[in-house]
C-alpha cells in the first residue's frame, strides 16, 4: 500500500454526524457459511468487548446523532448480554436491529428480546431448498431453525427483513426465495449477490455466477418488485465484477456508519480491518466522537481530495465516492487507486482477469471457522 496521502483533514463542522453504528459483538457464530464477510483471521470470545464496554459505546452513539444500532456478527445471540444490550441501547434512544441467522433463538429468547425493545429483525436465509440451505450453512437443521423463527418474529408484531445471500449454489431458486419472503410476512427482502471479500474469496469458484444468470436475476427482481409493490420492498445488490461503475461502499468511507469490531477495534466499514497502514482507533482508548471526527483512519478517504484520476475529474465523484478501499486494495495492493469495478479504472483489466478465473471450474466450499483461515 502506498504512503496515506497528505491532505486537511475536513473541519468536524464540515462532517455530518453518522447515521448508523453496526456493533458486531462477536464472531462466535453455528453456521459457517462460505461467503461470510467477516475476515479470515477472526475473534476469539476472549478478545470481546465487555457489557460496560458496549454500553458506554452505545450512549456515546447516541449522543453522537447515531440513530440505529445493527446488533450483528457472527451471531449477536451467541452473547449471552444480548438482551441487556438491546435493553441499554433502547434506553437512550436507538433504533435496535438484530441481524441474526436466528439458530440460536427460541419463543423464551424472542421474547425477552422484544421486552428488552428490540425494533426490527434482519433474518437470513441461505437457500429455499432445505438441504441446500443447511449444506451452504454448514450446519443440520438450519433452514427449519429460521423458518421457526421467522413464525416468532411476526407473532411478536415485529417488521421482518430476510436477507437473501445468492450466488452460483442457489441463485436458480431465486423466485422460491420471493415467494418465501411473502409466505413469512416480510416488509422488506435484501437479495444481495455475494461479495468477494472476507470468506467469499477463497470461495470464489464455488459461489460466482454466470452473466447470463446474472441477467436473469436481475429480470426476476424487477418483476417481482412491481407486482409486488405495496406488499414486498426489495432491496437488490449486484456483484461488483460485472460492474461498470462502483457502488458507494458503505454511503462512501466514514460518511454514514461507524463498524465496531468484537475487540473493539473501529472501522468504516466491516471489511476495512484488511488493509494495511492503519492504525484503527478502539473504542477502549478513543471516544466514539473523536474516532469519527478526528481520527487519520476515518479522514483519511473522507470525501474526494484524495481521488486519483479519474475519480478526482469525474462527476459521479459525489456519488459513488470512488467505490470501495478494500476491493482496490485487494486488487491492486493500493487502497487508493480506482476501484477497479469502475470500467475507466486503469486497472480494470486485472478486475477483468479477476472474474475469468471466478467463472473456473468449481471448487469444494472453504467453510467459516475460527482458526480455520485458508492460507493465502
Same mark, same amino acid.
Given at each position: ?55 458506554? *459505546?452505545?450512549?456515546? =452513539?447516541?449522543? +453522537?446523532? /447515531?440513530?440505529? %444500532?445493527?446488533?450483528? !456478527?457472527?451471531?449477536?445471540?451467541? #452473547? &449471552? ?33 422484544t421486552g428488552a425493545g428490540l425494533d426490527h429483525v434482519q433474518l437470513s436465509f441461505q437457500d429455499t431448498d432445505a438441504a441446500s440451505a443447511n449444506r451452504i450453512a454448514g450446519l443440520d437443521h438450519a ?38 419472503? *411473502?409466505?413469512?410476512? =416480510?416488509?422488506? +427482502?435484501? /437479495?444481495?449477490? %455475494?461479495?468477494?471479500? !472476507?470468506?467469499?474469496?477463497?470461495? #470464489? &469458484? ?116 470512488? !467505490? ?53
Open positions: 500500500m502506498s504512503d496515506a496521502p497528505t491532505l486537511a483533514r475536513p473541519a468536524p463542522a464540515t462532517i455530518a454526524a453518522p447515521l448508523a453504528l453496526l456493533a458486531e459483538l462477536t464472531h462466535r457464530c453455528p453456521l459457517r457459511c462460505p461467503y461470510c464477510s467477516n475476515p479470515l483471521e477472526l475473534d476469539r470470545a476472549s478478545r470481546e468487548l465487555a457489557t460496560a464496554d458496549w454500553k458506554r *459505546v452505545l450512549s456515546e =452513539a447516541a449522543a +453522537l446523532g /447515531v440513530l440505529q %444500532v445493527h446488533f450483528s !456478527g457472527g451471531e449477536p445471540t451467541a #452473547r &449471552r448480554d444480548i438482551v441487556a444490550l438491546i435493553a441499554h441501547a433502547a434506553s437512550v434512544g436507538l433504533y435496535t436491529n438484530l441481524i441474526t441467522s436466528g439458530v440460536l433463538i427460541d419463543r423464551a429468547k424472542m421474547t425477552a428480546l433452514h427449519e431453525k429460521k423458518l421457526a423463527v421467522a413464525a416468532l418474529v411476526r407473532e411478536a408484531g415485529l417488521p421482518l427483513t430476510l436477507n437473501a445471500v445468492m450466488h452460483r449454489q442457489n441463485l436458480d431458486r431465486l423466485p422460491a426465495m420471493i415467494e418465501l419472503a *411473502v409466505e413469512l410476512g =416480510a416488509q422488506r +427482502l435484501e /437479495v444481495a449477490h %455475494v461479495q468477494y471479500y !472476507g470468506w467469499a474469496l477463497p470461495n #470464489r &469458484r464455488a459461489l460466482f455466477p454466470t452473466y447470463a444468470a446474472l441477467e436473469r436475476a436481475t429480470d426476476i427482481v424487477e418483476a417481482a418488485r412491481e407486482r409486488l409493490k405495496g406488499i414486498l420492498t426489495i432491496d437488490y445488490v449486484v456483484p461488483d465484477y460485472y460492474a461498470r461503475r462502483p457502488k458507494a461502499c458503505m454511503g462512501g468511507w466514514a460518511r454514514q456508519f461507524i463498524n465496531i469490531s468484537p475487540a473493539g477495534k473501529a472501522l468504516p466499514c466491516h471489511a476495512a480491518e484488511t488493509l494495511p497502514g492503519f492504525d484503527w482507533p478502539s473504542v477502549l482508548t478513543t471516544s466514539l466522537s473523536d474516532i469519527w471526527y478526528r481520527s487519520d483512519a476515518f479522514n483519511r478517504y473522507r470525501g474526494t481530495a484524495w481521488m486519483p484520476e479519474p475519480c478526482q475529474s469525474c462527476d459521479r465523484r459525489e456519488i459513488d465516492w470512488g !467505490g470501495c478501499r478494500c476491493q482496490a486494495f485487494a486488487f491492486t495492493g493500493d487502497a487508493s487507486r480506482t476501484d477497479p469495478a469502475c470500467a475507466l479504472a486503469p486497472d480494470r483489466p486485472i478486475l477483468d482477469a479477476a472474474r475469468a478465473d471466478a467463472l473456473g471450474p468449481e471448487t469444494e466450499f472453504v467453510y467459516r471457522q475460527i482458526g480455520g483461515a485458508p492460507k493465502a
